[in-house]
């Protein structure tokens, strides 16, 4: 026996040996390493509850607090919940959608209260963080006042809640559609008990998505013995059925029962369609579906394998890639049928997405699709081209069906860009360049000064500064899809309009600054660290020292009003080291992740530290991204230092920590920066697969030496595209002082 637990101690001495130095097989698949509450604190604004990848439906709790860092219904600041609604944005800096909302209860409630604030909700209950739970697919925690475990799950069109009465005097649940937060407001709402034992209902409202019309289907494993309705309107002789803006009810289940199981379908379209979702998609119950898509998450999360011994940065990297695969969601029905903004009926053979964050996602989101799910970025590309078929331009922001306008630029252009330059024709790319052309052709959103006058001028509109940067790379990418497409004098025109930074750089202050109708006087008074909010500004959530950089297509000719790479350089570096105040009488909450003025909690800054590759200076890109990825990112809950935007602020991490960025995404490089890992492995859509091996990187040895790609050197500091595509390995050598030879190019300047 002594022998034996001597041999057992040297086992596992052995063991733990090997695994402090990474040489023992992980035994955690990836999904075990996302923590789904990462981002539900600070101004991350993302929700830990439930989804499918790219889900129609998100379940998860609700804390009934209106305000910015409630945008997703849920902050780990708050110890209420309200209830649990179906609908959720991941990240977003507008709050809409929590549609839907049911909270299993105990006691009967006081109906007249509904569709009020938190504070006269009769169904509210505290609970606490310590029993809470959330994994990809699944949430659970228990509500404290009526001591009901809730617990939660989704497929693709379902979602589903289990509810556990641990003392049920009145097992029961409610619905508030009247219950609403932030900017969403209902304006019809109606619900009735059907025949069949199912509830179902409308609940249409407005708000960011100006015509939101959600109709639903509710089924419960047990049969519903008793209801309560509320509304302005109360039909049906025993009371079946509530209208109003505020319809809503309780519904009571059989005392004594233990558990029940609760599964909700939602339509932009009908009830009908509703029930064909929940028909088709709802046969299994809550164990089924849970382990089904745990099992999709863990599958898709796979696709990139990291090899580190540090656990944490797994945790980091599988939740922001979880986060990246969140949004955007599906949108229309099992039979194809999705609502339009104009409450038109339109159907479609593939994959309908909504939440379209195009000026977020654009930057990395779609990059990194384009890597790991080339369909679905096709699918999105036909996804905003029957946008533009009922509008007559691309989208901007879709929610709901609906284009919000928000943000500036046509990002929608720069993806469908994207698509086709790399090689894509899933879907009519003539089309697509027509409509791409036609919308930066058009007048909205400052596009008839920016055309007149080259720019937009600042007594125009606000912001014109930021607009025109955005409107410059869209016109570059337009002039690279006619110059694939052959079309030479399209080519010439777009590219001469993307020339339009020129017109605002200062020489100076080295600063982007809003110009005046002249073409030669720049707004007065200027402080290049003044910020304030959508209004009574030149820039877009930001100040001059954030959007001077906004170059994306063009770095050799911003470099070039610089006057040489070394001043440039030494310019993108005072970004990082000047001070961190900023002044203006409203300054933009978004500006956070402060490096000196570097904002990374904000798009506009993160393809900066990239542009230093391009400067001849690849060493100091290695250095700022390694800053970046150390003091941006953490474990906790506040570990995303701004808004997540459906995926960006995580897609930024995803690609930097493997050691590659598109800086241009349109462009099809990667820009080259500081591995994190040890080895990284992506398994590639045509059964290939890309390696980056960086065997010797750490926290001290940040900086590149040397690169190879399939045993050849790499001397530029990107790899392109169809590189990766083909498979292969890259490898990099680290160190820990910079190698400044390795990446520079020969210049004149």
Known sequence: MKKRVVLVLVLLGLISSCAENGNIADSKNSSDYVDPFIGTGGHGHTYPGATAPFGRVQPSPDNGTAGWDWCSGYHISDSIISGFAQLHLSGTGIGDLSDVLLMPTNAAV?????????????????????????SPGYYSVLLKEPNIQVELTANDYVAYHKYTYHSADKPSFIIDLGYAVNWDKPVDCALKLDSDGQIVGHRFSTGWAKNQKVFFVIQTSSPIVGQSLI??????????????????????????IGS?????????????????????QGIQNFEET??????????????????????????????????????PTLFNDTNGEFRMQNDSIAKTDFQMYSSLSLWDVFRAETPLLSIMDP?????????????????????????????TGTMPGYHSVSIIAEAILKGHDAFDVGKAYEAMKKTMMGDEQGLEAYKEFGYIPFEVMDQSVSISLEYAYNDWCVAQVAKKLGNETDY????????AYQNFYDVSSGFLRGKSKDGKSFHEPFDPKASNHIEDTDYTEGNAWQHSWYVLHDVAGLIDLHGRQEPFALMVEQLFTEDSDLSGHNVSPDISGLIGQYAHGNEPSHHIAYMLNKANAPWRTQYWVREILNTQYSTQPDGLSGNEDCGQMSAWYVMSAMGIYPMNPASGEYEIGSPLFEKTTIKLPNNKTFVISAPNTSRENIYVQSVTFNGENVATTYIRHEDIMAGGTLEFEMGNTPNKLWGVQTTTK
């Open 260 to 280: 029940v199981e609760v599964k909700i379908a939602v339509s932009s379209v009908s009830i009908a369609n509703a029930k064909e979702n929940l028909r088709l």
């Open 110 to 134: 006081d109906l007249q209260r509904f569709g009020k604030t938190r504070d006269s909700l009769p169904y509210t209950s505290h609970f606490s963080h310590g029993e809470e739970e959330a």
């Open 492 to 499: 010439g025109y777009f590219m001469e309009r993307s020339k």
């Open 231 to 256: 509304g302005d309107t109360l039909e049906g002789g025993n009371v079946t059925e509530a209208k109003g803006v505020k319809a809503g009810g309780q519904f009571f289940f059989k005392e004594g």
């Open 290 to 327: 849970l382990t089904n898509t745990k099992g999709e998450w863990r599958n898709l999360l796979s696709n990139i394998t990291v090899e580190t011994p540090i656990d944490s940065l797994k945790t980091i990297f599988y939740t922001s890639l979880y986060h990246t695969q969140v949004a």
């Open 375 to 403: 369909n679905r970025l096709d699918d999105m590309v036909k996804s905003m081209l029957v946008y533009y078929d009922q509008s007559g331009v691309l989208p901007v922001w879709v929610l709901s069906g609906n284009e």
